[in-house]
């Protein structure tokens, strides 16, 4: 099966640069996603990696090594408002179908 | 526009009785899913359906259906409802294989059940 390791909790403060990591177990691979939530609310798309290298989307980047098994979520210029839960999920080639597997789930407090 | 949306909103019940959650896109996507999301947040796949094939999660119980009477809707029959199914239920739309990885959630159902 797969599993996917990430922080349960993060703390920054405003305006800082804040990383999530994520270490993933599969047998296959066709990506890593991340995805934001914030209580109460249902998970938003933010990014994700099928290749090796960095992503960028605004102030959110996101890293992949296939090599490692690695992926990272990089929120820069933090604000109160990204305060949330972020998951990171794999889609593998031994997953039925187009499903994805979800993280834990990473909550971030931003401080100000 | 709401592009997933869910209904209803909050469900309460009890033990025993039979429910049904409703799901509709208006992406045009052709792949929906299922997702139950417990007290700790863990966000756990329960079905996939595309093009009239169906995916099932392995340890999701057949008390559990997903109905799709077209390609914009996938509906949720719970049988015989337990307390552990208490949790939200979201509902996920994708396109094409690839768009597995980009997929939008709907608002959730809180289900309490009594």
């Known amino acids: 099966g797969q599993s996917l390791e990430q922080p349960s909790e993060v703390t920054a403060v405003e305006g800082a640069i804040v990383q999530i990591n994520c270490t993933y177990q599969?047998?296959?691979?066709?990506?890593l996603s991340w995805y934001q939530q914030h209580d109460g609310g249902a998970p938003t798309f933010l990014s994700y990696?099928?290749?090796?290298g960095l992503e960028e989307t605004g102030r959110f980047s996101s890293f992949l090594s296939r090599s490692d098994s690695y992926g990272y979520l990089l929120l820069q210029e933090l604000q109160m408002k990204d305060s949330a839960s972020y998951f990171c999920?794999?889609?593998?080639?031994?997953?039925?179908?187009?499903?994805?597997?979800f993280g834990g789930g990473t909550r971030l407090m931003v401080k100000p | 526009d709401t592009a997933v949306s869910q209904t209803p909103k909050y469900l309460v019940t009890q033990m025993g009785n039979d429910k049904s959650i409703k799901c509709e896109q208006n992406?045009?996507?052709?792949?929906m899913y299922w997702y139950k999301q417990d007290s700790k947040k863990f966000l756990k796949i329960m079905f996939s359906?595309?093009?009239?094939?169906?995916?099932i999660n392995e340890t999701v119980p057949n008390r559990f259906s997903p109905k799709s009477p077209d390609k914009a809707h996938l509906n949720l029959h719970i049988n015989s409802l337990e307390l552990g199914d208490s949790a939200v239920y979201f509902c996920?739309?994708?396109?094409?294989?690839?768009?597995?990885?980009?997929?939008?959630f709907g608002p959730g159902t809180r289900l309490t059940v009594t």
């Open positions: 999920a794999v889609r593998s080639y031994n997953n039925a179908g187009n499903m994805l597997t």
């Open positions: 359906y595309n093009n009239k094939e169906l995916i």
């Open positions: 996920a739309s994708s396109q094409g294989l690839a768009g597995a990885l980009l997929q939008y």
């Open positions: 990696n099928a290749l090796d």
């Open positions: 599969t047998s296959g691979f066709y990506g």
């Open positions: 992406l045009g996507h052709d792949t």
